[in-house]
């Protein structure tokens, strides 16, 4: 279990702030990042937890260049995690890309789910269809992403955005089709996104 440490736990927190300034931190640089990393095993403070938990501070330091003035400047941030998984299993460096991981699905990953591929949009309300179209929909968005990730070149992958990548995909799709009906309600076919795609597959029929 990895879990973001926030103020409702203030008796961890407090403890864990407090031995972090005994602690000597590690670091870690990634071109203009630098992550000043605190680990600490066995805390007993948080009185739901039936185990000793670990807690893992990181201080972060990303610099920029400003467009306007081409000056450089930095931002920091503070992350502080819980964990059950122990320092043996799960390094700090490891620990921490993996803590950011999981912030970056449930913010990038629902959001997107949500605004780009219609995953709450409910088609058909019988539990078992709409069961099937948020697996397909997973599927896709999974298999999407791992075109974009595992296949593109980093100089293709960040040089279009991944909507001009779903467009393009779509577009292929239906140039290899010669006779098709698409059956698509309230939706117009150029304004398919990455998101219908799922969808797309199941309504279209071939003579």
């Not at 201080?59 to 992350?79: A, D, F, I, P």
């Not at 299993?89 to 997107?112: M, Q, S």
């Amino acid at each position: 279990m990895i879990a973001v440490l926030k103020d409702e736990r203030r008796d961890l927190l407090n403890d864990a702030q407090g031995l972090f300034k005994t602690e000597k931190s590690v670091s870690y640089r990634y071109g203009q990042l630098k992550r000043q990393c605190w680990d600490i095993e066995h805390f007993t403070s948080w009185s739901q937890m039936d185990r000793p938990v670990r807690v893992v501070r990181s201080l972060e330091t990303k610099y920029r260049r400003r467009q306007n003035s081409g000056k450089l400047h930095y931002e920091t941030s503070e992350w502080f995690w819980v964990s059950t998984i122990s320092k043996e299993k799960l390094p700090t460096e490891d620990f921490v890309k993996l803590g950011h991981g999981r912030w970056k699905i449930e913010n990038n990953g629902f959001n997107e789910l949500v605004n780009y591929w219609h995953a709450d949009h409910v088609y058909r309300h019988s539990p078992e269809a709409m069961e099937a179209f948020w697996l397909l929909t997973a599927i896709a968005f999974i298999l999407f992403h791992a075109f974009i990730g595992l296949n593109l070149k980093p100089e293709i992958r960040y040089k279009y955005s991944k909507l001009h990548w779903a467009r393009t995909i779509t577009a292929e799709f239906f140039r290899g089709l010669t006779d098709i009906r698409v059956l698509v309600p309230r939706f117009e076919l150029i304004n398919f996104l990455p998101a219908r795609f799922s969808v797309i597959i199941i309504m279209v029929t071939m003579e």
